[in-house]
């Protein structure tokens, strides 16, 4: 390892972002805690000084800044401080820029206060004087390889180099001195880190110091900016015309941007002008006035005989109105004769139409009674059995002449009964077709069997059905794979619907 230039009192800088452990770094550097270090990311540093080490770092001088950023605002005071300070020491001999090596990409907090940084340290030689620390500089595996330590300075170093480069202009020497840390403010520093502070303090050692007396303060560069502004107004029939001075204050900050101030008026300057569109207003006004009379005049005849027209036209619709209503009168007393004669007519025709309404009830009366009678006098089945196919049982009257009053009922799905549906069925079945009808009476009934084998089933009325108005029957299966039943009514009304139709009765 190489010895340290000693016999001289070596000063190094230490800055960065907050919360990268300059501090903890400055400490480990002096070997004693000098500077207070704070647990999170907040800033304990809140201006810049520095202490000489012990033991056998009480060669070096360790100059510790606030992190950058810390409050908005608060930058340019601390650079202020720093410059007074360092200005002060007189004495320094190299500059360690902090980073987080957990930290993905090149910080712009870094890149903005690089800039300042070289305006406020403008020597060319100052790039010699600069070397890096990547702290918390482990992996979840531990120690860095030195693979992991090319790739971060790879990744860093260009851009690093790129920023110094455009903010003073000169290149960096190929061979920055560069430390990786591991560490704690109560555990100590890993080490590896031990190895690579040792050779960074070697390094700072035998570096000259820098003319602090060329650092400038860092105050921005104010020039005056001076513009003319021109104001245009109409006074009357005359142009003014307004030149007015105004200077405003231009601030080249130290980090290369450029900040302005507001406008203020230094002198003012009118001048008169002749304007040449009043008169060309002044004719055009002129010919408007004469376009509107025209205008007017022309309008006024209009409206004149539109006037004319309008009384004409009333005059004519009055004439046509009184035809109109002597026609109306005529007609009212033609309407009347007619009237009359229709309400003579309908008269004789109404006494007509009741005397025909007597006829067709009785007829009608007569017929009912008819059908109800010989629907009494028909016998009916009272029972039988169905055999192999399609058995139909029936009884009652049908005439076909009668279908005006003779009406058909069909079982719907709630009355209807299936037996044995199932086929696996092995034993009797049996279900009851009963009914009661309102205001009508049976006159036929109608009761279809279809089986399924030779076995088939048996039926049988458990009542008269014919001539009054309920039905019952009860129907059986034996047992056989099936046996399905379906029973029809016909009907006839208590009394005559008064919807049949006068012809429909006299057929």
Not at 204 to 231: G, H, M, R, Y
Not at 478 to 492: A, P, Q
Request: charged fraction near 35%; hydrophobic fraction near 35%; charge should be neutral.
């Amino acid at each position: 390892m190489n010895q340290r230039n000693l016999g001289k009192l070596v000063n190094i800088l230490v800055f960065g972002e907050t919360g990268n452990g300059k501090s903890t770094l400055a400490n480990h550097l002096l070997g004693y805690d000098a500077f207070k270090v704070s647990d999170d990311v907040k800033a304990e540093t809140k201006v810049t000084f520095g202490r000489q080490g012990k033991g056998d770092s009480s060669d070096l001088f360790v100059i510790d800044t606030p992190g950058l950023q810390d409050t908005e605002g608060a930058d340019k005071e601390h650079m202020i401080q720093l410059v007074q300070y360092v200005k002060n020491h007189k004495e320094l001999n190299a500059i360690i820029v902090v980073f987080n090596y957990q930290q993905m990409r090149f910080p712009y907090n870094i890149q903005t206060m690089l800039k300042l940084f070289c305006n406020i340290f403008p020597m060319k030689a100052v790039g010699k004087h600069i070397g890096l620390v990547f702290t918390n500089s482990f992996t979840k595996r531990g120690v860095l390889t030195g693979d992991q330590k090319l790739a971060k300075t790879s990744k860093v170093l260009p851009e690093f180099r790129r920023v110094i480069k455009e903010a003073s202009g000169s290149d960096l020497p190929n061979n920055i001195p560069t430390a990786f840390v591991d560490m704690d403010p109560e555990e100590g520093i890993d080490e590896n880190g031990k190895i690579d502070l040792e050779r960074l303090k070697t390094w700072a050692s035998f570096l000259p110091n820098l003319n602090v007396e060329e650092i400038k303060e860092p105050e921005p560069d104010v020039k005056i900016e001076t513009q003319d502004f021109t104001e245009m107004r109409i006074e009357g029939e005359n142009i003014i015309k307004t030149i007015i001075k105004k200077e405003r204050e231009v601030f080249c900050q130290l980090d290369g941007s450029i900040s302005y101030g507001e406008w203020k008026e230094k002198e003012r300057k009118e001048q008169i002008l002749i304007n040449p569109e009043i008169e060309k207003i002044r004719k055009l006004n002129l010919d408007k006035e004469e376009a509107f009379k025209t205008i007017q005049e022309k309008q006024k005849k209009k409206i004149e005989e539109l006037q004319k027209a309008n009384d004409e036209m009333r005059q004519k619709q009055h004439q046509e109105f009184i035809d109109l209503v002597n026609a109306n009168r005529k007609t009212e007393e033609q309407m009347k004769m007619f009237m009359a004669a229709l309400t003579s007519n309908r008269q004789s025709q109404q006494k007509d139409n009741r005397n025909n309404d007597k006829d067709r009830r009785e007829y009608l009366d007569k017929k009912l009674k008819r059908i109800k009678d010989n629907a009494g006098d028909c016998k009916e089945e009272k029972e039988g059995e169905c055999s192999v196919g399609k058995n139909d049982f029936k009884a009652g009257i049908i005439e076909e002449d009668d279908d005006h009053l003779v009406k058909e009922e069909t079982l719907d799905k709630a009355d209807s009964v299936f037996i044995a549906e199932d086929w696996k069925f092995a034993r009797n079945q049996t279900a009851t077709f009963e009914k009661t009808l309102t205001d009508k009476t049976i006159v036929g009934w109608k009761l279809i069997s279809n089986h399924d084998d030779g076995k088939g089933g048996f039926w049988k009325r458990n009542s008269r059905v014919l001539g009054t108005s309920s039905y019952s029957f009860t129907v059986s299966s034996f047992k056989t794979r099936g046996c399905n039943w379906k029973l029809r009514i016909w009907s006839v009304p208590n009394s005559v619907p008064f919807n049949i139709d006068k012809d429909d009765v006299f057929l």
